[in-house]
């Protein structure tokens, strides 16, 4: 069965520094996507990012960046220059390719940029 | 293009009531879901629909809360009757039918059930 950790819960940052988010997968398939997710007050569920599992490749995109590691079934966020606007709850997910697409996610992780 | 749209944004209603919210997908996505997030939790999927077909509701509470998408396009999502632990928001979320497709969501119906 597929499952997803979010170990920290509240986050909280000072302005312009960076935060990472941790995320540890479970999953018995061989394909399969993971997911970031933003949730800010208003609780609509943004899009973020999403890998598959045949490429590791890490990269950047503006602000955030990822880490995703096989080896150790990771797949870390990374917010750069944290401003307020970026004060939400994240959630990391995934899916099987033999899911019918379901997404398995995580507790999410509360990130306070102060000020 | 249009998001996923979901109505009402808000609802109260007393245990014992029944209550309805509708979605509208992205044009063109025939994959539909509804999940249900408790407050401090990760949402959960309910059911999930391709075109008007039901893929998934192992985890619908069918005894309680059922759903149709008539047409393959718009949804509804029914409680009836309400509990007290129903109480979460409900969100809507639309994809393209193939595997590892990314799900776009709605802004959710905050249901509160006193």
């Known amino acids: 069965a597929q499952k997803v950790t979010q170990a920290q819960t509240e986050i909280s940052v000072v302005e312009k520094e960076d935060v990472t988010l941790d995320c540890v997968y479970e999953?018995?398939?061989?394909?399969?996507?993971l997911f970031w997710y933003k949730q800010p007050p208003s609780g609509e569920l943004v899009f973020l990012i999403r890998r598959n599992s045949f490429d590791e490749q890490n990269e950047i995109s503006g602000r955030y960046s990822w880490n995703f590691q096989k080896s150790t079934s990771s797949f870390n966020f990374t917010i750069t220059a944290s401003q307020v606007v970026d004060s939400a709850v994240y959630f990391c997910a995934l899916s099987e390719a033999r899911g019918n697409n379901r997404l398995a996610f995580g507790k999410g992780n509360q990130v306070v940029v102060i000020p | 293009e249009a998001g996923v749209a979901q109505s009402p944004r808000y609802k109260i209603i007393e245990k014992r009531q029944s209550v309805a919210f509708w979605c509208n997908p992205i044009s063109g996505h025939a994959t539909l879901y509804w999940y249900q997030q408790i407050l401090g939790q990760g949402p959960k999927l309910l059911i999930q629909?391709?075109?008007?077909?039901?893929?998934?509701d192992s985890q619908l509470p069918k005894d309680r809360f059922s759903a149709e998408r008539l047409k393959g396009v718009d949804s509804t999502l029914k409680i009836q009757p309400a509990k007290l632990e129903d109480s979460a928001v409900y969100l809507c979320?639309?994809?393209?039918?193939?595997?590892?497709?990314?799900?776009?969501f709605g802004p959710g119906t905050r249901l509160l059930v006193l």
């Open positions: 999953t018995r398939d061989t394909t399969y996507y």
């Open positions: 979320a639309s994809s393209r039918p193939s595997g590892g497709e990314t799900q776009y």
């Open positions: 629909f391709q075109n008007n077909g039901v893929v998934d």
